[in-house]
């Protein structure tokens, strides 16, 4: 089994996992009797950890490079977290446009924790998160995909990172954000480079939520929309040039990284059974419910 095959059966444990694990858990007595924050931080620890661990197991390849586990360097890591804040407009702008059309599921997630308190939803929403799904997606997944090249890898992470989510609504921003933590995690060569930016996103919002003024906007008469689709529009046109010139700034520093290139000239493919697999877990789990929603 070559490597991008192995990679596309690990995908679909993963998903499986992904989509059984809180369902499994919950068959536990004294889980139904934790807090919901609590629950969701173990789901999140077993649907990642469990296929990981197995993975390492099975394939006997070496976590350090893997995850590439290498320090960022100090302008890097400026530009990183500066990078985390200026993408932020345009992701917000993808997520309020799906959101006319299908339910927000990350903003019913967050109301889930109402009550909880500020530290429980920082791990829940932003730490967990930003270090399993990185070293899962940006780690094992892009690793394994190198063989069909750097950016059909990049594409095929980020298409699998949009189909993580598992609703039409989160799809779009988490694939657009997706390319944007492969490509940078290519450069540096380094996974800080997809987790700081995956949290500074996450625990913005977080942090949103408890601000004292967080209320009283909520409880706001919301403008149409149209003018509120307006308002994110405007707020992403106006952050290009800052993302521009960071990811400017960026690509001086870090040149191109050599390629992969097949030694005996033979290409890997990246459709195969499991990843149709996966596109019908999606179909199923992730479009079906939500389509009473375009009608």
């Not at 991008?4 to 059966?9: I, Y």
């Not at 189909?163 to 779009?172: G, T, Y």
């Not at 919002?205 to 509120?228: F, G, K, Q």
Request: charge should be positive.
């Amino acid at each position: 089994m070559n490597q991008t095959k192995q990679t596309n059966l690990f995908a679909l444990i993963f998903f499986v996992f992904f989509i059984v694990s809180g369902q499994l858990l919950y068959l536990i007595p004294v889980m139904q009797k934790i807090p919901y924050v609590w629950f969701s931080s173990i789901v999140q620890i077993i649907y990642c950890s469990v296929p990981i661990l197995g993975y390492f197991i099975w394939t006997k390849k070496n976590p350090k490079e893997v995850f590439r586990l290498y320090p960022l360097g100090w302008k890097n890591l400026l530009l990183i977290i500066a990078f985390g804040f200026a993408i932020q407009p345009l992701m917000r702008f993808l997520s309020f446009f799906t959101s006319m059309f299908f339910p927000n599921v990350a903003q019913e997630f967050a109301d889930a924790l109402d009550g909880t308190s500020f530290i429980g939803t920082l791990i829940t929403m932003a730490i967990l998160p930003a270090f399993l799904e990185e070293l899962s997606l940006r780690g094992v997944f892009l690793s394994g995909y190198r063989r069909l090249g750097t950016w059909k890898a990049i594409f095929c992470t980020a298409l699998l990172f949009g189909l993580l989510h598992m609703n039409p609504q989160q799809f779009p921003y988490a694939f657009f954000a997706g390319l944007f933590f492969c490509f940078l995690v290519e450069r540096t060569g380094s996974i800080w480079a997809s987790i700081i930016p995956h949290f500074i996103i996450n625990a913005t919002n977080v942090i949103s939520m408890y601000l004292p003024m967080a209320e009283d906007v909520a409880n706001m008469d919301m403008p149409s929309n149209t003018i509120l689709l307006l308002y994110t529009g405007v707020g992403a046109f106006i952050s290009l040039p800052f993302l521009g010139l960071i990811l400017y700034q960026f690509l001086k520093i870090n040149p191109v990284r050599n390629s992969y290139v097949p030694k005996d000239g033979t290409k890997e493919r990246f459709l195969s059974i499991p990843i149709f697999c996966v596109f019908g877990l999606f179909l199923i789990f992730g479009i079906l419910p939500y389509l009473d929603y375009l009608f």
